[in-house]
C-alpha cells in the first residue's frame, strides 16, 4: 500500500501509547487510534478505487467517440460495469469523507492537543530544562485536523492523475498495435495538458517551499512578542533587517505563477482543441480530441486546490517531525516515571524478591484503615546534571499515617524531588523498599492505579475554576471524594445558611432566591426527608446543578428537568444538598483565601483576578478532596499568614484521620503558633543533611528552627 502523508503514522502512535497511562489520556490515544486507521485506509481504497473509475471513464469516452461500428450489446454491458463501478466509488467516497475522514478531522481539531497538553504537562518538569518554549498545541492539534482533509483530497487528485496517465499510456500503446495516427494524437493531447499540469505541480511546490520559509519568519515576530510579554518594555521587533517580506513576496510571486498557467489553461485550451483541428487540416477523429482534451483538463485543473492541500501536508510533516522528536526527547530522559518504565522497575523488584515477601497486595494493605505508615529503605536518587549533581538518600524512615509530617528545606534542595519519588513520579531510583506494612510501592498493577493512591500536591497549569473543578468531584468522584462526605457531615447553623444565600441576593438572585418561596420547608425550618439510596443520577444532576448555580438560564432549565425526572421528594433531597455544598465550598473557599468573593468561584484559575499565590491556595483546597493513601503537598505555606495557614493545617489533619494517611508537606518553615497548637497531630520533621561530596541525605530535623 502506499504511505499517506499528513495523516498520524503507528510509529507515532505507539510513541504516545508508551506515554499515556491516565484513563482519560487513553480514551482520547484509542479513539484517535481507531479513526486514525480507519481514515488511513479508506484514503488507501479511494485513491485506486479512484486510478480505476477516471481509466474506466477515459475508455470509455474513446469507445464513444471511435468505435461506431462495436455491437451495441457490448457498449451495454461495458456502461453497466461503468455505472456499477461509479456506484461503488460514490459509496467509497461516502465512507471515506462521512466515516472516517470528518471523524479523523474533528479528532485531531478537538482532542489531539489535550491528549498533547496531559503528556506535556507530565513530562513537564524534564522538557523544562531542555527545551525553553513548549508548543502551542492547539496550533499543532489544528494543523494536523486540517491535513486529514488535505489528505484525503490530495490523494483522490493523485487517483485522477494516475488515471490519466495510464489512460495516455493506453492510448499510446494502442497506436503501436492498430497503427491508427488518431490515437498518437490522442495520447501526444493527454501528455501536453499532462506537462502543463505537470508544471502546475511544480509552481505548486516552490509554493509550499516558500509559505513554510515565510512562517517561519512570522513566528519569528511571534515568538518575539511572546518573548516581550512579561517584560515592563517591549520587544524591538527588526524589521527592516529580517527576511520576513522577502519570503512573503516569494510566497505572492509562486502563487500568482500558479494563478497564471491555471488560467491560461481554462482559457485557451478549448480554443485549441476546437480550431487546432481545422487550422492543421485534420477531419478525423475532432470529436475524440475535444471530449478528451476536455476531460483530461477538467479533471487535472478541476483539482487545483491540490496546491494548498500539499502545503498543508508539508506543513502536517514538519508538525508530526516536532511531536515526533519531542516524544523521542520524553522517552529518553526517564527522569519522570512512564507506564513502560514502571512496568521495567516493577519486573526488576518482583525478579529480586523471594515469593513469600509479595503474598500480600498493595491494593489490599492500601485498603486497611491500620498500618503504621510508609517505610523508606535504602532509597537513593541522582538528580541534576553533569558537575551539578547530587545524591538525594535516605536509611531507614518511617513516615506515620493518620500524621502530618513535615520535610524542611531551602528552595531547590530537593524536597519536591523525594516527595515525586514518594509518590512515584520519577523514575530510576534505588530502593530497597518503599511501600505500607510488607507492600512496595512497585507492586502496584500499573503506574494509573498508583496515582490513584499516591498523590502529589503542586503548582500546575489549570485553565478552569474552583467551581468547576468541585462539579467534577461531585459528578465522577462521589465516592471516593472527601467534599461530598464533608458536605453530608456538615450540620452547619440554619440561621448562617439562610442568611449566605439571602445576603448575597445579587449572585443569588436568579438561581436558588426564586425556589425560596417553594421550597420554605427546607430554607426556613431545614426539614426535609434523607435519601440513602443516592445514586451516580443523583450525583450527576447535583453536580450540573453546583456548576450552573450562576448561570441563570441554564440552571433554570436544570432543575425543572431535574423535577421531572426525580419527582418533588426527590428533588428536595437534591436541593437540600446542593444548599449544604454551595455553602460549604464557599465557606473552604474562604479559609484558604480570606478575601475571595463568591466570584472567585467561577474564576478562571490561570487568568485575573486569581493571582498565583491564589491559584496556588486553591489548587490545595482542591486536592484536600480526593482520597489518597499517600498526599505529598509542596509549600502549602508559601506566602501566607498564620491564620490561614492554621486552617490549612486542619484541613491535613482531617485528610490524614479520615484516610488514615500519610501527609508529607514540603516547605521551608513551619509556624511556631501552628506547631504549637496541633503539636500532638505532628509526626515526623524531616531535614536534610548534606555533605561536600552532593550527598543529601534526609534525616528527622535536629533542632526546629520557626518562621520568623
Keep these: 500500500m502506499i504511505k499517506i502523508k499528513g495523516i498520524l503514522t503507528d510509529g507515532q502512535l505507539n510513541k504516545l501509547d508508551k506515554l499515556t497511562f491516565y484513563k482519560e489520556e487513553r480514551l482520547l490515544l484509542d479513539k484517535i487510534r481507531t479513526w486514525t486507521k480507519r481514515t488511513r485506509l479508506f484514503i488507501e481504497i479511494n485513491f485506486f478505487a479512484g486510478i480505476l473509475m477516471v481509466l474506466g471513464t477515459f475508455i470509455a469516452l474513446v469507445v464513444t467517440s471511435r468505435f461506431s461500428n462495436v455491437s451495441e450489446k457490448y457498449i451495454t454491458y461495458f456502461f453497466m460495469f ?17 466515516r472516517s475522514v470528518n471523524f479523523y478531522h474533528r479528532m485531531m481539531t478537538d482532542l489531539y492537543d489535550h491528549l498533547l497538553k496531559f503528556i506535556l504537562d507530565n513530562y513537564r518538569l524534564s522538557l523544562a530544562e531542555l527545551i525553553p518554549n513548549f508548543p502551542n498545541v492547539k496550533e499543532i ?11 484525503a483530497n490530495y490523494y483522490d487528485a493523485m487517483g485522477v492523475l494516475g488515471g490519466i496517465i495510464l489512460g495516455g499510456l493506453s492510448l499510446f500503446l494502442y497506436y503501436f498495435v492498430s497503427g491508427d495516427v488518431v490515437y498518437l494524437r490522442l495520447s501526444f493531447i493527454t501528455f501536453l495538458i499532462l506537462g502543463s499540469f505537470g508544471l502546475f505541480l511544480y509552481l505548486g511546490k516552490k509554493f509550499s517551499q516558500a509559505r513554510q520559509v515565510y512562517r517561519v519568519e512570522a513566528d519569528k515576530f511571534d515568538q518575539a512578542f511572546k518573548d ?8 524591538q521587533i527588526d524589521y527592516e533587517t529580517s527576511n520576513y517580506e522577502r519570503y512573503l513576496e516569494k510566497v505572492v510571486t509562486n502563487t500568482d505563477h500558479v494563478n497564471l498557467v491555471s488560467e491560461v489553461n481554462v482559457a485557451l485550451l478549448p480554443i485549441f482543441l476546437l480550431f487546432l483541428p481545422y487550422a492543421l487540416n485534420i477531419k ?11 476531460f483530461v483538463s477538467g479533471k487535472l485543473f478541476g483539482r487545483s486546490l491540490i496546491i494548498s492541500q500539499k502545503a498543508d501536508l508539508d506543513i502536517a510533516e514538519v508538525r508530526q517531525r516536532e511531536v515526533s522528536d519531542l516524544l523521542d526527547l520524553i522517552l529518553s530522559i526517564n527522569s519522570e516515571l512512564t507506564p513502560a518504565k514502571y512496568e521495567e522497575i516493577k519486573e526488576k523488584y518482583i525478579k529480586g524478591k523471594s515469593g513469600n515477601l509479595l503474598i500480600h497486595s498493595i491494593l489490599n494493605e492500601i485498603g486497611k484503615k491500620g498500618g503504621e505508615g510508609v517505610s523508606i529503605k535504602n532509597l537513593e536518587y541522582v538528580s541534576g546534571r553533569t558537575g551539578q549533581k547530587r545524591i538525594i538518600k535516605t536509611n531507614d524512615l518511617l513516615i506515620p499515617s493518620g500524621k502530618v509530617s513535615f520535610l524542611i528545606g531551602d528552595s531547590g534542595i530537593g524536597k519536591s524531588i523525594f516527595g515525586r519519588l514518594l509518590t512515584l513520579r ?49 459528578k465522577n468522584y462521589w465516592v471516593e471524594c472527601l467534599f461530598i462526605n464533608r458536605v453530608e457531615n456538615h450540620n452547619g447553623e440554619l440561621d448562617k445558611l439562610r ?25 426556613i425550618s431545614g426539614e426535609y426527608p434523607e435519601d440513602q439510596n443516592k ?27 431535574c423535577r421531572r425526572e426525580f419527582g418533588e421528594i426527590k428533588f428536595k433531597i437534591m436541593l437540600a444538598d446542593l444548599l449544604r455544598g454551595e455553602y460549604f465550598a464557599f465557606n473552604h473557599l474562604l479559609s484558604y483565601i480570606p478575601e475571595a468573593s463568591l466570584y472567585f468561584m467561577d474564576a478562571v484559575l490561570s487568568e485575573p483576578p486569581i493571582s498565583q499565590g491564589q491559584r496556588r491556595r486553591i489548587l490545595y483546597a482542591l486536592d484536600v478532596f480526593m482520597k489518597g493513601k499517600v498526599f505529598v503537598v509542596d509549600e502549602p505555606f508559601s506566602n501566607l499568614d498564620v491564620g490561614t495557614s492554621l486552617n490549612i493545617f486542619e484541613d491535613l489533619i482531617h485528610y490524614a484521620k ?16 501552628v506547631y504549637e497548637k496541633f503539636k500532638s497531630e505532628f509526626g515526623l520533621i524531616l531535614s536534610f543533611k548534606s555533605n561536600e561530596a552532593g550527598l543529601y541525605n534526609i534525616v528527622p530535623m535536629e533542632n526546629l528552627n520557626f518562621a520568623v
Design 499 to 523: 442568611t449566605h444565600f439571602i445576603k448575597n441576593s445579587d449572585y443569588y438572585g436568579g438561581t436558588i432566591l426564586p425556589l425560596f418561596n417553594k421550597y420554605h420547608d427546607i430554607l
Design 658 to 673: 479520615t484516610y488514615n494517611a500519610v501527609v508529607l508537606v514540603l516547605d521551608q518553615k513551619i509556624f511556631k503558633e
Design 426 to 474: 520519577y523514575a530510576d531510583f534505588s530502593a530497597d523498599f518503599i511501600g505500607i506494612n510488607d507492600s512496595d510501592f512497585r507492586t502496584f498493577p500499573n503506574l494509573e492505579e498508583s496515582h490513584r493512591h499516591l498523590h502529589f500536591s503542586g503548582l500546575r497549569n489549570v485553565s478552569t475554576s474552583y467551581r468547576n473543578a468541585i462539579s467534577v468531584y461531585i
Design 141 to 151: 492539534s489544528e494543523d494536523m485536523g486540517k491535513a486529514g482533509l488535505s489528505s
Design 82 to 98: 461503468l455505472s456499477f463501478f461509479a456506484v461503488t466509488e460514490l459509496f467509497l467516497v461516502y465512507m471515506k469523507k462521512v
Design 535 to 561: 445514586n451516580n443520577s443523583h450525583y450527576y444532576y447535583l453536580g450540573q446543578l453546583f456548576k450552573y448555580m450562576h448561570t441563570d438560564n441554564l440552571f433554570t432549565e436544570l432543575v425543572n428537568k
Design 228 to 235: 516581550s510579554e512579561p517584560l515592563l518594555v517591549r520587544t
Design 284 to 294: 478525423e477523429g475532432v470529436l475524440s480530441y475535444i471530449l478528451i482534451g476536455l
